[in-house]
């Protein structure tokens, strides 16, 4: 049972109502009549240099505007970086920034090379098709083998890197043992040894809502309303790329229809404020298509990983090894982050104290779409690599999963030897997590069912672990702002720098500030939309970051108000004992006695004759501190040997948030995580076309998304534990579902089939491909 009052309570969404009703405003909802519709020329080769493009015919084009292309005198020159990361004043830790609004060399199919604005969507399509480009041509660097292997072969795909590698680390911890170097354990014959390796796929975030923005001038400043995961980034970014001053530029962001991490990129709204400023600050709407969404955006980066490992008789892991190669494509974006995430986590995960580590993770540049942030930042490919080792191991030695898993699994206590700042496991509740999901899904029964199976239909158990962290604090910037208001009848008006993306933030925000402030959470009424000009500073969604870093600053100034409110209630009545208590909307005396209200206090403060104020709060802070989150999957699934096909039975995911915020939200949380993982088990995957590097299959019907009909129900379960570190003792959530269904699936096929599967996803060609290697079909 919760500790807390309204922290825990099982409450409806604050949205909900707005959004089944249809009363939300979107960033479509808010477009001004008036609006002009900007469309992109783009790129129809995959490498080269763009020589020519005629705009004759385009421009007598009726209803159009203005045809800019990436020839334009007026075009800023200075290149900018897109991804959604803090800014850093240190020049050294700064984004790669090698993206320009208009592009003539051409290093991704689809880059924007110009841009048409038109009065209406039909006259800026029939232009765009009108405008005739001529291209110098260069050899396709999509694979690793073409752009790192042999760059020498191919002109770079950007100056200040000509061997296409935008990074590389290499990391070792101290060996243990006896050993001088975990090379001598990986060799040595009085242990067990393996060697696999596996991939994971460009995996689409395919938000509902597509990706558009528009912009319009007020005076000499411009204001971009869009669909962002980062307002202020958004704002930073923009101004960077137009070479502007940062106040010149004002970000709006409405309501959200998703973005899982695709709108944590700063995609065109550059170029939309540009096109802006050409037709002289008339309002310009950018709206991508579907298929452009799916090809032209950002994707989680495809990945290839070397695995090796050591291990004793008794289940101890002995050494450890990964090498990894991230495709990022044309563009930097998050650049090595994502890798360094993926290697992160496949460290973290099962550390034990003698488990010799050593990671070598590469990123490098590709003529393959642009890669970015997607929902879990690379763990979800870390996570495959250490479960499907651990997976082959247990399965080879005869071992149950659950047991070789938790003895390796991190520690109570472990800290990251490579993280630059604090990040240490605080609280620990992955066997209580194991216990349910074992129970839950009935583990052990059906691993004895299940057990030596023949014929065509076979039935599978599996299980996978994992671990995330909270935030991104002792690496990079963790800062929030937050101000609240107390109104007249004594409710609470609520502005946070954080975003609501879908995820249900404004709903435990709103439950984080009555709880501090002692008031219930419908008397919060929380602001859903951030305008830069007024919102205070936060660097928006991602990284799980939120209810940690933003939850900490809205208790802060909940502290704040509340203290505010008790003085003035001090005030008003001086000669009650002190101090007072405020709990559910009610100012008590030291004795227990009630006082007044928080709504007499409100409306006293506004309307007093000698001593009236608005009584307000406002405070930010840094948060140093970082903590694991974890947990268990539990798959049960029919394998239809013959058809190559998989059925899920049932999918149990356990978690370890510590303190659940609100157990209605923390459902659907971990419900829409599973689907998304599932996806990349079975089917999701943005396939290139090798002779011109664009995407194949960038729509809803060729790209295969699990529907309500491939998914079972699911069961979402929780052990809390309670984290010093987080505001009310929670760590992340909003990420973690994603991460372990992959694995525990691809487990629970290993289970019922004996065949083991390296690359993600496992589709019905690359099933049947492994059945009939070994001799089942």
Not at 116 to 134: G, W
Request: glycine share 8%; charged share 25%; with cysteine.
């Amino acid at each position: 049972m919760s500790k807390f009052k309204e922290v825990g309570r099982p409450l409806a969404r604050v949205d909900a109502k707005d959004k089944v009703t249809g009363r939300a405003k979107y960033c479509y909802d808010l477009l001004p009549q008036d609006h002009l519709v900007a469309k992109m020329v783009l790129a129809t080769i995959g490498n080269g240099k763009v020589l020519s493009i005629d705009t004759s015919e385009a421009e007598r084009v009726p209803g159009v505007v203005g045809v800019f292309t990436c020839f334009d005198p007026e075009l800023p020159k200075t290149p900018f970086g897109t991804a959604g990361h803090p800014w850093s004043c240190d020049p050294g830790h700064q984004d790669i920034q090698d993206r320009w609004i208009l592009t003539d060399r051409v290093r991704q199919y689809g880059d924007v090379i110009a841009a048409v604005v038109a009065e209406d969507t039909v006259a800026a399509d029939r232009a765009v098709r009108a405008v005739k480009v001529e291209y110098e041509e260069y050899p396709l660097e999509l694979t690793r083998h073409e752009a790192v292997d042999h760059p020498e072969d191919y002109p770079p795909l950007h100056e200040a890197r000509p061997n296409n590698i935008i990074a590389h680390v290499d990391n070792r911890t101290e060996v243990a043992g006896g050993y001088d170097t975990i090379e001598e354990i990986l060799e040595d014959p009085s242990l067990h040894h393996t060697h696999v390796e596996v991939t994971t796929p460009r995996q689409s975030q395919a938000h509902i809502e597509l990706c558009l923005s528009y912009a319009y001038a007020e005076g000499d400043r411009i204001t971009v309303v869009s669909s962002t995961q980062l307002p202020h980034i958004c704002r930073r970014i923009v101004a960077q790329a137009l070479e502007r001053p940062w106040g010149d530029i004002r970000v709006i962001k409405p309501y959200i229809g998703g973005g899982f991490g695709n709108k944590q990129d700063i995609l065109y709204e550059p170029l939309n404020a540009w096109l802006c400023e050409k037709v002289g600050g008339r309002c310009v709407l950018l709206e991508l298509t579907r298929e452009e969404v799916f090809a032209y955006t950002r994707s989680r980066q495809p990945k290839e990983c070397h695995l090796d490992a050591a291990w004793d008789d008794d289940m101890n892991l002995k050494a450890r090894k990964l090498e990894g190669w991230s495709n990022q494509g044309a563009y930097a974006a998050h650049g090595h982050a994502l890798m360094a995430n993926t290697a992160n986590s496949f460290r973290q995960e099962y550390s034990g104290v003698e488990l010799a580590h050593h990671g070598i993770a590469t990123t490098f540049y590709s003529n393959e779409t642009t890669a970015g942030a997607m929902r879990a930042y690379g763990v979800p490919e870390g996570n495959w690599a250490a479960e499907v080792l651990m997976s082959d191991i247990a399965h080879d030695m005869g071992w149950d999963g659950c047991d070789f898993r938790l003895k390796n699994f991190m520690k109570l206590g472990y800290r990251d030897p490579f993280w630059p700042g604090p990040l240490c496991c605080y609280s620990r509740g992955i066997e209580e997590c194991v216990a349910k999901g074992k129970e839950l899904i009935g583990w052990d029964e059906k691993q004895k069912a299940y057990k030596d199976q023949t014929g065509p239909i076979r039935h599978g158990v599996g299980v996978a672990l994992f671990s995330y962290k909270t935030s991104v604090a002792g690496l990079s910037l963790e800062t929030s702002n937050v101000r609240m208001n107390l109104a007249q009848d004594g409710s609470v008006m609520l502005q946070m720098g954080a975003t609501e993306i879908g995820q249900g933030a404004d709903t435990v925000f709103s439950q984080m500030a009555a709880e501090t402030i002692g008031i219930p959470t419908e008397m919060v009424h929380i602001v859903s939309q951030q305008d830069t000009d007024v919102t205070p500073y936060d660097s928006g969604a991602y990284a799980s970051r939120q209810s940690y870093v933003a939850g900490t600053a809205c208790k802060k100034v909940a502290e704040e108000l509340r203290q505010e409110i008790l003085d003035y209630a001090h005030f008003l009545f001086p000669k009650q004992q002190m101090p007072y208590d405020l709990r559910d909307g009610v100012i008590y005396d030291i004795a227990g006695n009630a006082v007044t209200t928080i709504g007499e206090v409100a409306i006293q403060a506004y309307y007093h004759p000698t001593n009236a104020k608005q009584i307000q709060a406002q405070d930010g802070i840094n948060v140093q501190e970082n903590t694991f989150a974890m947990g268990a999957c539990f798959v049960d699934l029919t394998v239809d040997i013959p058809m190559a096909t998989v059925t899920l039975n049932n999918i149990v995911e356990i978690h370890d948030s510590g303190t659940v915020l609100n157990p209605k939200t923390a459902e659907q949380q971990v419900h829409g995580g599973i689907g998304q993982s599932a996806g990349m088990a079975l089917s999701e995957e943005l396939l290139t076309n090798p002779k011109d590097g664009s995407i194949r299959n960038n729509n809803l019907l060729d790209y295969k998304i699990p529907t309500a009909m491939d998914l079972p129900d699911l069961t979402a379960g929780f052990v809390e534990t309670y984290d010093p570190t987080g505001p009310y003792g929670n760590k992340a959530l909003g990420e973690c579902p994603c991460i372990p269904a992959a694995p525990a699936i691809r487990d629970a096929i290993l289970n019922a089939t004996g065949v083991k599967f390296y690359d993600a996803p496992m589709t019905p060609q690359r099933l049947f491909e492994g059945f009939k290697k070994e001799g089942l079909i």
